[in-house]
């Protein structure tokens, strides 16, 4: 007698069929959703994909960003390791070009015809002038070369 006059809650409510039929497929589509996303969203992003993690480990995508870090760890002490070698080669660089810069001051001006009532003597050669003893150091090394190349052929 109860069970005969006792009616379900859910068919009480005054929800239509196709509300019922809407939120049933509603809670299952949100069920399906949250399971194929645990199952396989981790393994479908970019740099995660393919990392060989077994996929019903829930420490899987914990690994994998783990193993990510530590990429990145290594490529920036790659860098850094980089740019201190960089700085060492400008050191270098910027040693050589000083070195170079005091070897012109260092050469003597050439032979050249000064003009009247001026004094050569105790001046600082100037940049031209060191360009130039050096382009005649150069020259007459060259014809050295080629003159010893010469006698060698011969």
Known sequence: MFLSNHKSLWL????????K???????????????????????????????GLEQGSPAGPLKAIVGEIDDLRHDIATLTGR???????F??????????E??????????????P??????????DET???ALLQRLESRLKEKQSEQKK???
């Not at 009480?12 to 509300?19: F, H």
Request: charged share 20%.
């Open 21 to 51: 039929l809407f939120l049933i497929l509603s809670l299952l589509a949100l069920c399906d959703a949250w399971f194929w996303n645990r199952r396989h969203l981790p393994f479908k992003r970019g740099n995660l994909a393919g990392k």
């Open 91 to 100: 050191e270098e660089l910027v040693s050589a070009i000083e070195e170079q």
């Open 102 to 115: 005091n070897g012109y001051e260092s050469l003597e001006p050439t032979a050249e015809p000064s003009s």
């Open 130 to 132: 060191a360009v130039r």
């Open 117 to 126: 009532g001026t004094s050569d003597q105790g001046s600082v050669p100037s």
């Open 83 to 89: 740019v201190d070698e960089l700085e060492s080669n």
């Open 12 to 19: 009480e409510t005054n929800i239509t069929l196709g509300m």
């Open 152 to 154: 060698q052929v011969n």
